[in-house]
DNA sequence: ATCGGGACCTGCTTGC
DNA sequence: TGCAAGCAGGTCCCGA
């Protein structure tokens, strides 16, 4: 589930119930994720309160005083808070982590491709992942200033460069389709061949799009606490992302799809040059 | 420094 | 109906 409104979403609709909480026990049932589990979390984390829930590019950060945990969704992970006291609900196929909270909370991690990871760091931001990433889209660092010069120089197409994590963070495969089509920009183009004045715009669809994804996720939230938590995409309008060979919605041209950095892009070559 | 490709996994859909 | 291929919202790491 993770673009990162998914991931804004669930960081909203597990601060209720974590914040303030103190871990009583961690449960690892699966430690091989993208990179292993610590076995030992349960012992460092037990006893420790959580003192915030934020969040950096894609990684969610439950923070203690010996740490920060770092959860990644990868592709197919989400957490949702499961009451011990409510409708007893049976771990499922994929549960491979559960954080159990004094309030009698779990914050139970499901990923079925196991592309995800829980890394427990001293500071998140000095964490080699993180610490080389890029600026968050929607903060004033991100800036077509910042962007355009960033391009220069850079032949990778302009959809591989949004993409890439140490440029901006936060930019997916469906909203860097969306954002590109939303600019006129066709996903192909050299990244140091797209003009200030069109970078200016696609900063400002970036910041768009994934300003109106949290804020359609965000009308989910009451249901977090519910079986599946499961923000949709479809709560959005998607111009292109999953329409090829559809008409566009702007000209009616059919909607092509072409691979660039090996994921599968949808766009108008008519609208987008 | 930059780039492209392979790798890590499971599950669902599609086509023969 | 069954089985294999293809594809999926991420991103790190390696070799060129």
Known sequence: MPELPEVETTRRGIEPFAQGQTIEHVIIRQAKL????????????????????????????????????????GMSGSLRIVGKREAKEPVQKHDHVDICLSNGKIIRFNDPRRFGSIILNKQADKHSLLEKLGPEPLTEEFNADYLHAKAKSR?????SFIMNNHIVV??????????????GINPNRTACKVSKVRVEKLVSNIKQVLADAIKAGGTTL???????????????????????????????FELKQAIIGQRTTVYCSNCQR
């Not at 990179?35 to 590019?57: C, H, M």
């Not at 009451?222 to 959005?236: E, L, V």
Request: with cysteine; aromatic share 8%; glycine share 12%.
């Open 170 to 183: 936060g930019v997916g495969n469906i909203y860097a389709q969306e954002a590109l089509f939303l600019s």
């Open 155 to 159: 032949k990778v197409a302009i959809k």
């Open 222 to 252: 009451k249901d977090f606490s519910g079986a599946d938590g499961k923000p949709g995409y479809f709560q959005q309008t998607l111009n292109v992302y999953g329409r090829s060979g559809e008409p566009c919605l702007n000209c009616c």
């Open 34 to 73: 993208r990179w292993p589990v610590d076995k030992a979390l349960n012992k460092k984390l037990n006893g420790q309160k959580i003192t915030g829930i934020t969040r950096r590019a894609k990684y969610l950060l439950l923070q203690t005083h010996v740490g920060d945990l770092m959860i990644h969704l």
